[in-house]
């Protein structure tokens, strides 16, 4: 009997459909990236609006999805997530003009938005319908074409999530091709498109790993790595309200943010009542016993238990051996001394908050600061009315968002603060990244810059910039059969007749 | 010094030499009196780079053979994995491979019943014209004045007589022509209801893409359905999605009896092509199975790469892209007729099948010869020298398609000098 008769695997090697279709698809994204980059802003944020209202029509179905594909957080906390990324999002950033030319008559200078073309997003596995979303609508907003990685153990929802938008973005005019996601994601395929000379910008979120190739890849990047935020409580915080926040804050999608809380630190003196209002807040506080079962559930093996990714508190004490309330929102383990060399002080994207307590601020900020080392440049909380010490930990601490009396989860990543709604927190340079801030659309913009000598004079409110974007209907319209000149332009008509012709186009194609 | 390991030439002169002594000096000196005397060296994507060094991008693409560009390097890998199990083949024999890609085929045509595999375009009509006359047991064709369809026994007859006279192989008596888009004048000669087959182009390529007026290919359907003869699409420039859509004859609405495909069928690098025939005409291939015979026709080399063909060209990313560059040139076009309307006089386009007509009988070999000194290689039509084919393939990306506008734009003014000297010469 021949090996070929025993054994299923093919007789021929065949090509990297994946791969392949995934260069087309950068292609293709070029493509639309050309027609794209002259809309109007009125243009633009039809199409935003109409991806906004599509992405939040279906925030639960994709959660419902997120969940079941996954595994982590919670449907009803995803929801929020997508939500947040569909109107929320498009309202923060309506004002910021990326589109329209701007004219600084004094100095002299006229400024003209250039879109980075095709945008490459690489989407973690913890929040992939939000990230799809919010990715999405950064490149919409920006007149960018982005093609969407995502996690592997998240891509079907991924996949589907993205064609909901690109249909609705297709609808409402915008080119065909602009969203696009990677069907069968793999390492070798990412690592091949974040290398190729396609593609303008990489905008990678996701493990340390993958952020480092980002930036090896010869390709512009903006890279965010992981956290690993301290949360202090100052004895001038109400502790109430502090444990409100951490609860809440560790407990919404089952911390699978990378702004969550991962250690609570605060002064001896104030240990006791900490632990006090965080049961009553619905966290179970470890005993000793409990604690060590914890760290060797979660650490047991050296790093991180994947399992415990985004699981629920319950859920994750019932594997350790811990008994807990039905209603226990959080576990606490208690580490009473705040060395650097506990595994529980690492990062956990689950609801387990370490809470340990310093002798007085400084050891507190000192341990801070080291603690933070492993989420460098992302986040951290400070509880608590005592400004001069905020403004220490904050000029110490090596992040880069510092949130004041809210939870970090939802505050750092812009949505219970004024920062920019963002699931892409900048690392900035303590964290090995281009960009410190909350990433938004600004980002996936650069501007030309035109500049009079400055005593030679400059008639700049003479100069036209109507050519710079056009209309979608005047930069669509067939120039093989122009539509007769007429005085009144109906502007609405033609667009509609311009989508009609697309439709069929693509049906033809079917 | 050209060395190739096998071979060497001293320089692009020593091989032009022997070319001519050994091989063709007709077409040696044709090309050298053209001006555009290419020796195609290496290869890659769209492309080209002459022994000279001097890259050309290539909108020539063989009538569509280099779809997917020169050498793409999946079809590479497809045809270098089949080495490592294949070779031709058996064509006595049923084979995987066959099946496979005949499945395929006919799975892109519902109404088609089985692909009978040749290796070239001519054999695939040679098949079309036999079948058609065993379905009817009738033995007139009818074509197009101007037609083509390949240069073997039956299929040269059907064409211009430029092919057909010097070797005597015009049959007038079997092989009648009708004018293209005159259904009146196919009638005149179906209705005596004897005969076999209308062979047509879907667009008429080597004269020059005239494109069919609205409704006149299903007339010509319809009327071949009425006198009982066979309706043949001749696809092998229109098929594979040149004209955005796999097949041309499905943009128009038909269903024909028989069609045949070939050129990109094989990718560019290995020739197979197909006659696909419904299943009142494939009755041959019961009643006697080897009734044609091909060597090297459906070669199991040329189905694995032909299979791969077909899949790739089903991809939503390549009919979009398709879609992008058809639209692309059309908005191109039209932008550089308004800028060179004294010699840029019409563009005859389906998806990324372009005809574009210049105002001089000879004006499409003056614009190729310009735009070869401009680094793009684009023939005239071999039957209508107005007429300068332009076909770009179906992955052409953004970047490349606005360079070959403005190359284009860049090559106007030379073409307008070379056809001032022409006309003087005239």
């Known amino acids: 009997?021949?090996?070929?008769?025993?054994?299923?695997?093919?007789?021929?090697?065949?090509?990297?459909?994946?791969?392949?279709?995934?260069?087309?698809?950068?292609?293709?994204?070029?493509?639309?990236?050309?027609?794209?980059?002259?809309?109007?802003?009125?243009?633009?944020?039809?199409?935003?609006?109409?991806?906004?209202?599509?992405?939040?029509?279906?925030?639960?179905?994709?959660?419902?999805?997120?969940?079941?594909?996954?595994?982590?957080?919670?449907?009803?906390?995803?929801?929020?997530?997508?939500?947040?990324?569909?109107?929320?999002?498009?309202?923060?950033?309506?004002?910021?003009?990326?589109?329209?030319?701007?004219?600084?008559?004094?100095?002299?200078?006229?400024?003209?938005?250039?879109?980075?073309?095709?945008?490459?997003?690489?989407?973690?596995?913890?929040?992939?319908?939000?990230?799809?979303?919010?990715?999405?609508?950064?490149?919409?907003?920006?007149?960018?074409?982005?093609?969407?990685?995502?996690?592997?153990?998240?891509?079907?929802?991924?996949?589907?999530?993205?064609?909901?938008?690109?249909?609705?973005?297709?609808?409402?005019?915008?080119?065909?091709?602009?969203?696009?996601?990677?069907?069968?994601?793999?390492?070798?395929?990412?690592?091949?498109?974040?290398?190729?000379?396609?593609?303008?910008?990489?905008?990678?979120?996701?493990?340390?790993?993958?952020?480092r190739a980002a930036y090896s890849s010869g390709n512009p990047a903006l890279g965010v790595g992981p956290g690993n935020a301290v949360a202090y409580v100052d004895p001038s915080a109400g502790v109430d309200a502090a444990a409100r926040c951490l609860v809440d804050s560790k407990s919404f999608d089952n911390s699978i943010l990378c702004t969550n809380e991962s250690v609570v630190l605060t002064l001896d003196s104030n240990r006791g009542n900490m632990e006090r209002a965080l049961r009553s807040a619905g966290a179970h506080v470890c005993n000793e016993a409990d604690t060590d079962r914890l760290r060797e559930y979660l650490f047991g093996k050296g790093s991180l238990n994947l399992a415990a990714i985004g699981k629920s508190a319950t859920w994750i004490a019932e594997r350790a051996g811990?008994?807990?309330?039905?209603?226990?929102?959080?576990?606490?383990?208690?580490?009473?001394?705040?060395?650097?060399?506990?595994?529980?002080?690492?990062?956990?994207?689950?609801?387990?908050?370490?809470?340990?307590?310093?002798?007085?601020?400084?050891?507190?900020?000192?341990?801070?600061?080291?603690?933070?080392?492993?989420?460098?440049?992302?986040?951290?909380?400070?509880?608590?009315?005592?400004?001069?010490?905020?403004?220490?930990?904050?000029?110490?601490?090596?992040?880069?968002?510092?949130?004041?009396?809210?939870?970090?989860?939802?505050?750092?990543?812009?949505?219970?603060?004024?920062?920019?709604?963002?699931?892409?927190?900048?690392?900035?340079?303590?964290?090995?990244?281009?960009?410190?801030?909350?990433?938004?659309?600004?980002?996936?913009?650069?501007?030309?810059?035109?500049?009079?000598?400055?005593?030679?004079?400059?008639?700049?409110?003479?100069?036209?910039?109507?050519?710079?974007s056009t209309d979608r209907a005047t930069a669509r319209a067939p120039v093989a059969a122009p539509p007769p000149e007429r005085e009144s332009f109906d502007r609405d008509a033609l667009r509609q007749l311009i989508l009609e012709e697309l439709r069929s186009l693509q049906g033809a194609g079917k | 010094m050209f060395n190739y390991g096998y071979f060497a030439f001293d320089s692009k002169e020593d091989l032009l030499a022997k070319a001519a002594e050994y091989w063709n000096p007709g077409k040696v000196s044709f090309w050298k009196d053209a001006g555009t005397p290419m020796v195609i060296d290496r290869r890659e994507g769209y492309f080209l780079y002459d022994m000279s060094g001097k890259r050309l991008i290539d909108l020539h693409l063989n009538g569509g053979t280099y779809n997917f560009g020169h050498r793409h390097p999946e079809l590479v890998e497809v045809l270098k994995s089949g080495l490592d199990y294949f070779d031709m083949g058996n064509h006595w024999f049923p084979s995987v491979a066959r099946a496979a890609f005949a499945e395929k085929l006919v799975k892109t045509a519902p109404h088609m019943k089985?692909?009978?595999?040749?290796?070239?375009?001519?054999?695939?009509?040679?098949?079309?014209?036999?079948?058609?006359?065993?379905?009817?047991?009738?033995?007139?064709?009818?074509?197009?004045?101007?037609?083509?369809?390949?240069?073997?026994?039956?299929?040269?007859?059907?064409g211009d007589e430029r092919f057909s006279k010097i070797f005597l192989a015009d049959r007038p008596d079997e092989f009648i022509q009708v004018p293209f888009n005159d259904e009146g004048a196919l009638e005149e000669v179906l209705r005596n209801g004897d005969v076999a087959a209308f062979i047509v182009e879907t667009i008429p390529a080597t004269y020059g893409f005239p494109m069919p007026r609205d409704g006149y290919l299903k007339a010509c359907q319809d009327l071949c359905h009425k006198y009982g003869t066979k309706f043949i699409s001749d696809e092998v420039q229109t098929g594979l999605m040149r004209t955005g859509i796999m097949w041309g004859w499905q943009g128009?609405?038909?269903?024909?009896?028989?069609?045949?495909?070939?050129?990109?069928?094989?990718?560019?690098?290995?020739?197979?092509?197909?006659?696909?025939?419904?299943?009142?005409?494939?009755?041959?291939?019961?009643?006697?199975?080897?009734?044609?015979?091909?060597?090297?026709?459906?070669s199991e080399l040329g189905c694995v790469v032909g299979h791969h063909v077909i899949e790739m060209l089903q991809r939503p990313e390549v009919i979009s892209n398709v879609h992008f560059v058809a639209e692309f040139f059309a908005r191109g076009m039209a932008e550089m007729m308004k800028r060179h309307s004294d010699i840029f006089v019409g563009v005859r386009q389906r998806g990324v099948v372009l005809g574009l007509e210049f105002d001089h009988p000879e004006g499409a070999v003056a614009v190729s010869r310009a735009l070869y000194e401009n680094g793009v290689w684009a023939i005239f039509s071999s039957l209508d020298k107005r007429v300068l084919q332009f076909k770009p393939g179906v992955v052409l990306d953004v970047d490349l398609c606005q360079e070959i506008l403005d190359r284009f734009d860049s090559a106007m003014p030379r073409a307008r000098q070379l056809l001032k000297s022409g006309r003087r010469a005239a």
Not at chain 1, 87 to 103: C, E, G
């Open chain 1, 1 to 211: 009997m021949s090996e070929h008769m025993t054994f299923d695997a093919p007789r021929l090697s065949v090509p990297d459909r994946a791969l392949s279709s995934a260069r087309m698809k950068v292609g293709r994204a070029a493509w639309a990236a050309r027609y794209y980059r002259s809309f109007s802003r009125d243009a633009v944020l039809a199409i935003a609006e109409a991806v906004a209202r599509a992405g939040y029509e279906k925030a639960g179905h994709f959660a419902d999805l997120a969940v079941a594909e996954t595994g982590f957080g919670v449907v009803e906390h995803k929801k929020i997530k997508n939500e947040l990324c569909t109107h929320t999002l498009l309202d923060h950033y309506r004002d910021l003009d990326l589109v329209t030319p701007r004219i600084d008559a004094e100095r002299k200078i006229v400024e003209l938005p250039k879109p980075a073309g095709v945008v490459f997003a690489l989407a973690p596995a913890t929040n992939p319908v939000a990230t799809v979303y919010y990715k999405a609508m950064l490149a919409i907003l920006s007149r960018n074409a982005i093609v969407i990685s995502p996690h592997p153990v998240a891509k079907s929802v991924s996949v589907a999530a993205a064609r909901h938008l690109a249909e609705a973005a297709e609808a409402a005019g915008a080119p065909s091709g602009l969203i696009q996601c990677v069907e069968e994601p793999s390492i070798p395929l990412v690592q091949d498109i974040m290398a190729s000379d396609r593609i303008n910008v990489i905008i990678a979120t996701g493990g340390t790993a993958m952020v």
């Open chain 1, 322 to 468: 811990i008994r807990v309330s039905p209603s226990a929102r959080i576990l606490v383990p208690v580490v009473a001394t705040p060395g650097q060399d506990d595994l529980l002080f690492r990062e956990k994207l689950c609801p387990v908050l370490t809470l340990t307590s310093a002798v007085d601020f400084q050891q507190a900020l000192t341990f801070a600061k080291h603690t933070a080392r492993r989420g460098a440049g992302h986040s951290a909380a400070f509880h608590g009315d005592d400004t001069a010490r905020l403004v220490r930990f904050s000029q110490e601490m090596p992040v880069y968002r510092v949130v004041v009396n809210a939870p970090c989860s939802q505050g750092a990543a812009g949505f219970a603060t004024y920062l920019p709604p963002s699931f892409t927190i900048g690392t900035g340079f303590a964290g090995r990244s281009s960009v410190g801030e909350n990433v938004g659309p600004q980002h996936l913009v650069q501007w030309t810059r035109i500049a009079y000598g400055k005593d030679v004079p400059a008639d700049l409110s003479g100069i036209d910039l109507s050519a710079v």
């Open chain 2, 114 to 158: 089985y692909a009978i595999f040749g290796s070239g375009g001519a054999e695939a009509v040679e098949i079309a014209l036999k079948t058609a006359r065993y379905a009817t047991k009738r033995r007139k064709i009818v074509s197009i004045i101007k037609g083509y369809h390949g240069h073997s026994g039956l299929s040269v007859a059907t």
């Open chain 2, 252 to 298: 128009y609405g038909l269903k024909p009896d028989i069609f045949v495909c070939g050129k990109g069928l094989g990718g560019g690098i290995y020739p197979i092509s197909a006659c696909m025939v419904d299943e009142d005409c494939g009755g041959w291939l019961i009643e006697d199975g080897a009734a044609h015979i091909s060597t090297s026709g459906g």
